[in-house]
């Protein structure tokens, strides 16, 4: 099975910040990385696929980047709505699995 | 649009056989490409893939779980369906479905189930 290590577990940042949560695979994944956010009793929804393609809707204050095995999230200037638990995800091999999520909150 | 629905018994007891169903508006499970995934979450926990079916009928499951895991599909319905054989505690979780194009872009509100005697 592929390992998704994602860093850090927490974060604290304030109002207009950017932050930056990592994901790290234990193979090559080939940029098929997806990044979710998931609100307080919500579904996870899909920020990034593809490593760096911002999904239909998603601000553009999102961005992906990465290749081989590190891969990352940036959220740019952050607003109180990004609080939220983020995970990563390879989408490469069976079984599909997801890093441990980075829960984001306000300083 | 797209749009899933998970729905299911809510709470069952161990050794049973848990049995979800995935309603689907918005895309073909027949069309080229196109999947559903099954996915859970412990409460305050991580997210856990299960299976996911294709268009084309082939399965990929957990093996984690090992040969506990059944999905399947009713095309004409818009279904798709996820059976757990044998559950226990450990299986208490929300459930997911979510439309799969290598990465799971819509989900579903997630149905609650708890293992419990």
């Known amino acids: 099975d592929i390992q998704m290590t994602q860093s850090p577990a927490s974060l604290s940042a304030s109002l207009g910040e950017t932050v930056t949560i990592e994901c790290l695979a234990s193979?090559?994944?080939?940029?098929?990385l997806a990044w979710y956010q998931q609100k307080p009793g919500k579904s996870p929804q899909l920020l990034i696929y593809y490593a760096n393609s911002l999904n239909d809707g998603v601000p553009s204050r999102f961005s992906g980047s990465g290749s081989g095995t590190q891969y990352s999230l940036k959220i740019n200037s952050l607003q109180s709505e990004d609080v939220s638990i983020y995970f990563c995800q390879q989408n490469y091999d069976s079984p599909y699995t997801f890093g441990a999520g980075t829960k984001l909150e306000l300083k | 649009q797209v749009t899933l629905k998970e729905s299911g018994p809510g709470i069952l007891q161990p050794s049973h056989t848990l049995s979800l169903t995935c309603s689907f508006s918005g895309f073909s499970l027949s069309t080229y490409g196109m999947g559903v995934s099954w996915i859970r979450q412990p409460s305050g926990k991580g997210l856990e893939w299960l299976a996911s079916i294709w268009w084309n009928g082939n399965t990929y499951n957990n093996p984690s779980l090992k040969s506990r895991l059944t999905v399947s599909k009713d095309t004409s319905n818009n279904q798709a369906f996820l059976k757990v054989t044998s559950v226990d505690t450990a299986d208490t979780a929300t459930y997911y479905c979510?439309?799969?194009?290598?990465?799971?872009?819509?989900w579903g509100q997630g149905v609650m189930v708890t293992v419990s005697s």
């Open positions: 193979e090559d994944i080939y940029s098929n």
């Open positions: 979510a439309h799969t194009l290598g990465a799971f872009d819509y």
